[in-house]
């Protein structure tokens, strides 16, 4: 049995994480502890007070507990928004508390996009256009060329919860561009686990979405490799990158 434990702020779409739990269909466990929200807004002072470290160390223990060889700090926004730098600190401060592996959505999708063999991608967001303009700035800084980012103004993690297919289809297809090798779908407050293998027959490419990087990250930090097609692209490629810094 291998746990592997998420850091998730609030509650919005964190059934994803039982969902992809049977998905996997392995004898992986994934173990999610809720932080504290804070004030739910895309808002960048918001941000960097939801990715505080205090914020995140509250949460710790009970993952050590219950087990945990490696933690992600699952959200998107509260850790892209200190950029790469700080994105890094954010990570290394959670692993030195945790004393465990460690690392953050951000990370997720800088090093998913490599595992799909993806240099050019398209970024479809919730966010208003600032915030989506900052993830965009955090994967350029990983290396990859971001041909076009569009944030769809939505301010609170609540109501992105409340979206079904037909929203996330129409904002993945409306996101897409002819040059992007993936799309990607950030924020953990979407839920996307559902969705990623009829959205990548339909578009014809990777989907990369939160959530799901999220658990493939810290399968990556567990070094453990899961074969879930219903996962999307991410989920059936062989061998595990070993991404280095």
């Not at 509650?11 to 392995?26: I, N, T, V």
């Not at 904002?171 to 993936?182: F, K, R």
């Amino acid at each position: 049995m291998t746990a592997l434990g998420f850091l998730y702020p609030g509650h919005s779409a964190e059934d994803d994480y039982p969902r992809m739990e049977q998905m996997l269909g392995s004898d992986v466990r994934l173990q999610v502890v809720h932080t504290d929200i804070g004030e739910d807004a895309h808002r960048v002072d918001a941000l960097l007070e939801m990715g505080s470290a205090d914020r995140l160390a509250a949460g710790v223990e009970e993952l050590r507990l219950a087990g945990a060889e490696a933690v992600v700090w699952a959200c998107t926004s509260a850790s892209f928004v200190f950029g790469w730098e700080g994105a890094h600190d954010q990570v290394r401060t959670l692993a030195r508390t945790a004393g465990l592996p460690a690392s953050s959505t951000s990370f997720a999708f800088a090093h998913a996009v490599r595992e799909v063999g993806a240099s050019r991608v398209a970024v479809a967001a919730t966010y208003p256009e600032d915030v989506a303009s900052l993830f965009a700035g955090f994967l350029k800084a990983s290396g990859a060329e971001v041909v076009s980012a569009q944030g769809n103004g939505i301010i609170t993690a609540a109501e992105v919860g409340t979206w079904g297919w037909e929203e996330v289809r129409a904002m993945a297809h409306a996101g897409d561009h002819a040059d992007a090798e993936a799309i990607l779908l950030p924020d953990t407050a979407l839920h996307t686990a559902a969705y990623i293998q009829d959205l990548e027959r339909e578009l014809g490419k990777p989907v990369l979405t939160a959530n799901q990087v999220t658990v493939w990250e810290a399968l990556r930090l567990a070094a453990r490799r899961v074969n879930a097609p219903s996962l999307g692209a991410l989920f059936t490629k062989e061998p595990v990158v070993q991404v280095r810094e």
